[in-house]
């Protein structure tokens, strides 16, 4: 059962922009929680950004503050990403939880996405 889906990303060059878009469903629709991870090579996965249910309320990684925005709409979860960098190449994950846990810690989070691809060429 598929319960999150990413999309939008891709090669960008330093200082362009990409949008990617994360479709729920089923209970991963449902939780409170939704947030952007990212995992370079050899690197650990890390916080991005979260987003409450609401959409009002939104927490960001120091790397992503000014120059992502995340935001939610019914069944989706979009992270614009701005003014890029050669170090924001990483697979990045959608993710959802629920209130328990610590919204920037992975192993807080119930279901995540595949992934996808972004590429940032200097």
């Known amino acids: 059962q598929v319960q999150l889906v990413e999309s939008g990303g891709g090669l960008v060059q330093a200082g362009g922009s990409l949008s990617l878009s994360c479709a729920a469903s089923g209970r991963a629709f449902s939780s409170p929680v939704m947030g952007w991870f990212r995992q370079a090579p050899g690197k650990e996965r890390e916080f991005v950004a979260r987003?409450?249910?609401?959409?009002?309320t939104t927490y960001y990684a120091d790397s992503a503050k000014g120059r992502f925005t995340i935001s939610r709409d019914n069944a989706m979860v979009y992270l614009q990403m701005n003014s890029l960098k050669p170090e924001d190449t990483a697979v990045y994950y959608c993710a959802a939880k629920s209130y328990v846990g610590d919204g920037s810690v992975p192993d807080s989070y119930n279901y995540w996405g595949q992934g996808t691809q972004v590429t940032v060429s200097s």
């Open positions: 987003i409450m249910k609401s959409g009002s």
